[in-house]
């Protein structure tokens, strides 16, 4: 008896081409780049509806408390009482209202990632935690700038033309920019640090609690700091609050000494700087 066996069936070599030869995809394949995360980091912070309503509130708040404030201050003052006053100082209140939207939305920007599980689709589509944290550090920041430069812009114009009939000096380009510019990259800086502290935390409600202790609490403490022996103390928490350093870009600071001119842009840009590195630092060696 035979034991000789039939050779198996080879299978057929694979078409060079994989399963379906000659075809080619629609989609280009081309390398990532930073270009890539801006665009997704764009259209999420866009799309998202608390954008606009944490923005419209901004607007709101800035415009309104703005043109309130000129018009009482119009109403009740005459020709003599705003004598050399510089009509843009009035637009402070607003704006130290309206950076809570700032740095509510700063917050929500990374935070609310973590929340939704969002995060987990984000860091698979770009798997550079770097270049997402840069991406989403850049939108926010031109988002915040664009929005404050917008908003104190207009109520500077028309808080202009109001009070000058009643005495108020027109202000120098210098206060012009400081009033504009300079407002806007400290606010939009103070937005980014709660971004950063967002990406920290991840928690939302933590987050924002953490970040409006940071601005009302210095100033609050130093109100009740009543003993002489804490002057130094009290004295330091005024002038380098958060509030104190706002009014500093219309010359209304609450103590003599302490930050002026555009020390509160650099003040904020190395805090900013240093709390981006330990955010950086604890993305890399933290699981999603």
Not at 110 to 115: C, I, K, N, R
Not at 160 to 177: D, I, Q, V, Y
Not at 241 to 247: A, G, K, M, T, V
Request: glycine share 10%; proline share 6%; charged share 10%.
């Amino acid at each position: 008896m035979s034991t000789h066996q039939p050779p198996m069936p080879q299978a057929p070599a694979a078409a060079p081409g994989g399963p379906y030869p000659g075809y080619t995809s629609p989609i280009p394949v081309v390398r990532t780049h930073l270009g890539h995360a801006l665009a997704s980091e764009w259209t999420k912070i866009k799309s998202v509806r608390s954008t606009m309503w944490t923005l419209g509130v901004f607007v709101v708040l800035v415009v309104g408390i703005g043109l309130l404030a000129g018009a009482l201050v119009e109403a009740n003052s005459d020709s003599e009482s705003l004598s050399g006053e510089n009509p843009l100082s009035f637009g402070f209140f607003g704006l130290l209202l309206g950076s809570i939207c700032i740095i509510t939305l700063g917050v929500l920007t990374t935070a609310s990632e973590y929340g939704t599980g969002m995060i987990r689709t984000t860091m698979t589509a770009c798997p550079s935690r770097a270049r997402v944290l840069a991406a989403k550090s850049i939108v926010f920041f031109a988002v915040a700038f664009v929005s404050t430069l917008a908003t104190s812009g207009f109520v500077a114009l028309v808080q202009t033309s109001m009070l000058e009939s009643t005495g108020a000096r027109t202000p120098s380009g210098s206060e012009w920019l400081k009033a504009t510019v300079g407002i806007s990259l400290y606010i939009a800086l103070l937005g980014l640090l709660s971004l950063l502290v967002g990406s920290v935390i991840r928690h939302s409600a933590g987050a924002i609690t953490i970040m409006i202790g940071v601005v009302l609490a210095p100033l609050v403490l130093a109100l009740f700091m009543v003993s002489e022996s804490l002057n130094d103390l009290r004295e330091w928490l005024f002038e380098y609050s958060i509030p104190n350093q706002l009014s500093v870009f219309y010359a209304n600071s609450l103590s003599d000494s302490g930050p002026s001119g555009w020390d509160p842009v650099w003040i904020m840009l190395g805090l900013t700087a240093a709390v981006y590195a330990g955010a950086y630092a604890l993305l890399q060696s933290r699981d999603v």
